[in-house]
């Protein structure tokens, strides 16, 4: 039997590796399952990411202060937010397989299945009963049984009873392991934010509405951790926490969504592949007063991105509560203390870089004309421009190394003198260079170099002086290019 074409996400994962954005983890150790160590290129990717982030959510504005907090807490800190308790995910095991699910995952994965042999009515139906059986394990359990979901490794439905899995990794402070001293890494960067409400209240004075922004790593425990770097045990979260007058929160639950919203498309997501989904009232979090993701149509399906929660006062209530410290805001005009609502935009980091790469594939022409283009936003691209001396004599390197080095105060550039041009413009369509300069015999006498641009192929020529506003001019003005040639198009 002939092997299957690799699948779109077969392409990137491997694109990912052969161009260094994404490696394996403990590679040369056999590997540690779902975790991925960032390469070269892909912290690169992963910076641009958190610097839009923070330029749109604390730069860009008068009201958002950063934050920096600690990955381990007193455990006091989970115990007051919920976490210890209820933070987990219901696990279903298969008696002959060994193998380990999330009850959840289980059904929406059968109703994927009827979704595909056309059952749609049904498998809305399944949905429907999976929405009401979230966070009862008996319901999840029968629901599994009655839609005959079968084990996808030993196809028998010999389930153990569901029951609640704590995401939390633990671990212990000091040299002594013992319960005095187990302490967690944390599972969200928000909590930090809420402790120290009052210390930034101090030291900044701000005053109702404000935020708080953090990026960091985060840890959880996951169940099923999959699909490349969707979902992984380690990641970095972009979180904003936004106080506010408690009458104002709905107002500013839509303000952040819609920002929240046109911020992936600002940076050039499809957005025929992009939805917002209100949550309904049977998904929201105990503390949640509303909820929308925003969603992206990968190609294992529709995905959420980035959750916009309105938290309510739920969680400087609790810590106030728990610690003995009252968690509020004194408005001096009118002599009150408030207890401020809270509109929480989450992001993931891995997630959006993981986005942009997998929206950003495309393929072009045939046989060995075909090109790979990753179409990134020239803002996210890990490489702005190339510099290539057309040979590697006659004074053309000595130009390159000189073109290089002012373009390098403005972007992120690359040298390249190897391998025939063509070979060079197919390496950096890959990994989504938008801009190459070639320097040859001409650019030594007349100060020009020719100008490519990666998504038209367009060649032009440019007087070295006027470069760097051409390419400030084209960045500022780039428009994503119609998309998308058959494979990748398919896949979404
Ligand atoms: N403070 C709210 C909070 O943490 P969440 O929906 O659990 O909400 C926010 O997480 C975002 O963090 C998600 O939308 C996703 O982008 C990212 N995220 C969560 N769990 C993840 C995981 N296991 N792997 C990668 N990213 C994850």
Redesign the pocket.
């Known amino acids: 039997m002939s092997k299957p074409p690799p699948s779109l996400m077969d392409k990137i994962v491997s694109l990912c590796k052969r161009r260094g954005f994404v490696f394996p983890a403990s590679e040369i150790y056999g590997g540690q399952g779902s975790t991925y160590d960032w390469g070269p290129l892909g912290v690169e990717l992963k910076k641009r990411v958190k610097d839009a982030w923070w330029e749109s959510m604390v730069y860009s504005r008068q009201d958002v202060v950063g934050l920096d907090s600690a990955i381990i807490q007193s455990p006091d800190v989970w115990r007051a937010s919920g976490h210890l308790g209820g933070f987990a995910d219901p696990l279903i095991d298969n008696k002959t397989s060994k193998q380990r699910y999330r009850a959840d995952h289980l059904i929406e994965g059968q109703a994927a299945k009827l979704r595909k042999k056309g059952k749609d009515a049904e498998a809305d139906a399944l949905d429907a009963r999976l929405l009401g059986a979230i966070g009862d394990n008996a319901a999840l359990h029968a629901l599994i049984l009655e839609s005959g979901v079968k084990d996808p490794v030993s196809g028998t439905d010999d389930w153990t009873e569901v029951r609640q899995f704590n995401l939390m990794f633990k671990t212990f402070v000091g040299p002594l392991e013992d319960t005095a001293n187990v302490a967690y890494l944390r599972p ?1 960067t ?1 909590q930090g934010i809420f402790i120290n409400f009052n210390n930034v209240v101090t030291a900044t004075r701000k005053k109702l509405p404000f935020g708080v922004a953090q990026i960091g790593k ?1 840890f ?1 425990n ?1 169940i099923t ?1 999959g699909n490349f ?5 380690e ?1 970095e ?1 972009m ?1 904003m926490e936004w106080f506010c007058e408690p009458e104002e929160a709905p107002k500013w639950y839509l303000y952040w969504r819609e920002q929240r919203y046109q911020w992936y498309l600002d940076l050039g997501v499809d957005p025929s592949c992009l939805r917002m989904r209100e949550h309904a009232e049977d998904e929201l979090a105990h503390y949640a007063a509303g909820c929308a993701d925003v969603e992206y149509q990968f190609p294992f399906g529709w995905s ?4 916009v ?1 309105n938290r309510t006062d739920y969680d400087l209530k609790k810590h106030s509560e728990a610690s003995g410290t009252a968690l509020t805001w004194f408005d001096q005009e009118n002599q009150r203390h408030v207890a401020p609502f809270v509109i ?1 935009p ?3 980091c ?2 959006t870089a993981m986005t942009f790469l997998v929206d950003a594939y495309d393929e072009e022409g045939e046989g060995k004309d075909q090109r790979v283009v990753l179409r990134f936003h020239p803002r996210i691209a890990p490489v702005t421009v190339a510099v290539f001396p057309l040979v590697k004599k006659e004074g053309m390197p000595e130009k390159a190394a000189e073109i290089e080095a002012v373009l390098r105060k403005r972007f992120r550039t690359e040298i390249e003198a190897n391998a025939s041009i063509g070979k060079r413009y197919r390496r950096q369509d890959e990994i989504g260079t938008p801009f190459c300069v070639t320097v040859d015999g001409d650019s030594l006498t007349d100060d020009t170099v020719t100008l490519r641009e990666r998504d038209g192929m367009t060649q032009e020529r440019i007087p070295v002086d006027s470069l760097v506003a051409t390419l400030e001019a084209r960045i500022d003005g780039w428009r994503r290019p119609q998309r998308r040639s058959s494979a990748a198009a398919a896949a979404h």
């Open positions: 969200e928000a985060s959880r996951e951790p770097v969707f979902r992984t045990r990641f979260q979180e959420e991105l980035e959750g929660a929480e989450a992001a993931g891995d997630r």
